[in-house]
């Protein structure tokens, strides 16, 4: 008898690994046909973030998006599974619509996007719609990592270089500085300033609102605040990059022309983005003492 159930539970225990292999050999093909489509598309995108200081915070994204997956392991493992096979396929043959017309038009931004929304379809094909709500905020975070296309990004940087060059003039002004602005060129009696599009903020811009994101989450649970938060990023960014070219502008008219260029330029530019930072921290202590505040007025 012994024998008979021994035999049983070495059948039962064979067909389960049987099942199991096609499965794993499915997985494996999947896994590698996205490698073989996306591998180039990928890298390049490496190669982008550690050439282009504009986008090099996209190194973080894939780490926090994971860590809020991680975070959230215990409620997706409780959702039921339900998948959607119809949508999966829509979705994912519309990723590699993108995928296609973004390689034949040799348009980086539709190639990196299309990874992104390859693996939104996947998780509807293979999870569901309940588990791709669970990590719709992680998934969306990864567009983050994604540089702007440049046609983009030259209308935005652009307006922020007269912007930028409007504040400093205004502010120069005040402070009894002689300053003729053309456009984005600043003339001071001792040289002339230009704010060139690496000056323009965007970079800061797009640093701060990845870091608000990042930062409200952690730091806070509530959805508004962590709204509000990035919202708040924009307006900060744009007036702490008017302060680097005022103070340029006071270092080239009471010290010395050259300190316009080189190490102060730089060492500049990073006191500037603690101040940036210093800025969206106290932003969220100040919402912060006003919730208290109105709490105590309400007890």
């Known amino acids: 008898m012994n024998r008979i159930s021994e035999d049983l539970a070495e059948r039962v225990g064979a067909g389960e690994s049987s099942g199991q292999r096609p ?10 046909l996205i490698a073989y489509l996306y591998f180039s598309i990928l890298w390049r995108l490496v190669e982008s973030w550690s050439i282009d200081p504009n986008f090099s915070h996209g190194f973080f994204i894939p780490v926090f998006a994971g860590y809020v997956l ?43 996007i299309s990874f992104i929304l390859l693996l939104g379809g996947l998780t509807v094909y293979f999870f569901g719609w309940r588990h791709f709500r669970g990590v719709l905020f992680p998934w969306g975070c990864l567009f983050l990592m994604v540089p702007i296309p ?29 300053v003729l602005r053309e456009g984005n060129v600043l003339t001071l009696p001792a040289m002339t300033l230009e704010v060139v599009q690496a000056c323009s903020g965007i970079r800061s811009l797009v640093s701060l609102v990845t870091l608000a994101v990042i930062y409200g989450y952690i730091m806070d649970s509530r959805v508004l605040r962590r709204v509000m938060l990035v919202l708040a990023a924009a307006p900060i960014a744009i007036l702490a990059n008017g302060l680097r070219v005022v103070g340029t502008g006071l270092l080239v008219h009471y010290w ?7 190490f102060f330029h730089t ?5 500037i983005f603690v101040l940036s930072l210093t800025m969206l921290f106290s932003f969220h202590g100040l919402l912060n003492l006003t919730d208290r505040w109105r709490a105590r007025r309400m007890s």
Do not use: C, M, Y
């Open 267 to 271: 060492f500049e530019g990073w006191v």
């Open 23 to 32: 499965a794993i050999v499915q997985a494996v093909a999947l896994i590698s």
């Open 70 to 112: 991680w975070e959230r392991r215990g409620k997706l493992a409780a959702l039921s599974i339900s998948t959607s096979f119809l949508w999966g396929l829509v979705l994912v043959a519309g990723s590699l619509g993108v995928l296609i017309v973004g390689v034949l038009g040799a348009e980086l931004f539709l190639s990196r």
């Open 150 to 178: 440049a046609i983009i990004f030259n209308h935005i940087a652009f307006p922020l270089q007269l912007l930028a060059s409007r504040f400093a003039s205004w502010v120069l002004a005040l402070t009894n500085v002689p």
């Open 256 to 262: 010395d022309p050259g300190k316009a260029e080189g």
